[in-house]
């Protein structure tokens, strides 16, 4: 276990990867969450500790490399506000693609915040989605809010980047599946029961989908809101959809 000085050029190259992540790198921080991927079989290519943290004798013997910092030096470099003193850099899970012939799917329209995005994976995940597929101009699957947000999620279902949307209609056209999306004018949810596969299409909660994405879709489906409430938080009207389709 090496002990890093604060200005030293690995320091410095770690820096510079915790604001660009490079392909085939996550940045991780959080002793639970660096178990937890550790615990999902997910390779461990750095881990660094800050000096005087007992270290996890499982999450030390899976990693490449490890390495020792000062608390001030890690908590500087974190991308989150209390990294528990774990820091690690892991491998970007190459997950093969969803197949389209059963289950649900998420497909996002350029959603664009890394924390929404996480919390669809991770709602995602927990109800039973089989993937979410992400259209051009969304956010990093795995930028450090994402991951966090998701819980983890991200490195247990499989998120695919830069899929058109008008493959997702060729894919279920194939399948003779359903496209659905999400929006105002639809069926009310309690009276919509949509075979598998299924796709349902979200856009992020103000700009909604785009007209080719509209275009695709076979039906919309409406969450009904009481109050005046124009709109949904995107990750919290994926939750509601997928726990509907958890009844039907």
Same mark, same amino acid.
């Given at each position: 276990?090496?002990?890093?000085?604060?200005?030293?050029?690995?320091?410095?190259?770690?820096?510079?990867?915790?604001?660009?992540?490079?392909?085939?790198?996550?940045?991780?921080?959080?002793?639970?969450?660096?178990?937890?991927?550790?615990?999902?079989?997910?390779? #461990?290519?750095?881990?660094?500790? !800050? &000096?005087?943290?007992?270290?996890?004798?499982?999450? /030390?013997? $899976? +990693? %490449?490399?490890?390495?020792?910092?000062?608390?001030?030096?890690?908590?500087?470099?974190?991308?989150?506000?209390?990294?528990?003193?774990?820091?690690?850099?892991?491998?970007?899970?190459?997950?093969?693609?969803?197949?389209?012939?059963?289950?649900?799917?998420?497909?996002?329209?350029?959603?664009?915040?890394?924390?929404?995005?996480?919390?669809?994976?991770?709602?995602?995940?927990?109800?039973?989605?089989?993937?979410?597929?992400?259209?051009?101009?969304?956010?990093?699957?795995?930028?450090?809010?994402?991951?966090?947000?998701?819980?983890?999620?991200?490195?247990?279902?499989?998120?695919?980047?830069? #899929?058109?949307?008008?493959?997702? !209609? &060729?894919?279920?056209?194939?399948?003779?599946?359903? /496209?659905? $999306? +999400? %929006?105002?004018?639809?069926?009310?949810?309690?009276?919509?029961?949509?075979?598998?596969?299924?796709?349902?299409?979200?856009?992020?909660?103000?700009?909604?989908?785009?007209?080719?994405?509209?275009?695709?879709?076979?039906?919309?489906?409406?969450?009904?809101?009481?109050?005046?409430?124009?709109?949904?938080?995107?990750?919290?009207?994926?939750?509601?959809?997928?726990?509907?389709?958890?009844?039907?």
């Amino acid at each position: 276990m090496e002990k890093l000085g604060k200005h030293g050029a690995r320091l410095k190259d770690l820096r510079r990867r915790v604001k660009r992540r490079p392909d085939g790198q996550v940045i991780v921080d959080g002793r639970r969450l660096v178990a937890d991927v550790v615990r999902w079989g997910v390779p #461990v290519f750095e881990l660094y500790l !800050a &000096e005087g943290v007992e270290p996890d004798p499982e999450i /030390v013997a $899976a +990693a %490449g490399e490890v390495f020792t910092v000062d608390q001030a030096v890690l908590d500087e470099l974190a991308p989150t506000k209390h990294p528990q003193g774990v820091l690690a850099v892991v491998a970007d899970p190459k997950r093969p693609p969803w197949p389209a012939r059963e289950g649900a799917a998420l497909w996002l329209d350029t959603v664009q915040d890394p924390g929404n995005l996480g919390a669809i994976v991770r709602s995602a995940a927990a109800l039973g989605a089989r993937a979410v597929l992400l259209s051009p101009g969304c956010a990093d699957p795995f930028h450090h809010a994402a991951v966090r947000g998701s819980a983890g999620a991200v490195f247990r279902l499989p998120v695919t980047r830069d #899929v058109p949307v008008a493959r997702v !209609a &060729e894919r279920m056209s194939e399948a003779s599946g359903e /496209v659905w $999306a +999400a %929006g105002p004018g639809g069926i009310p949810l309690d009276r919509w029961a949509p075979s598998r596969p299924v796709v349902i299409l979200l856009g992020a909660e103000g700009a909604g989908l785009s007209p080719e994405a509209q275009a695709v879709a076979g039906g919309e489906v409406t969450i009904p809101l009481d109050r005046e409430i124009e709109s949904l938080n995107v990750a919290v009207a994926a939750g509601i959809l997928l726990e509907r389709l958890r009844t039907v």
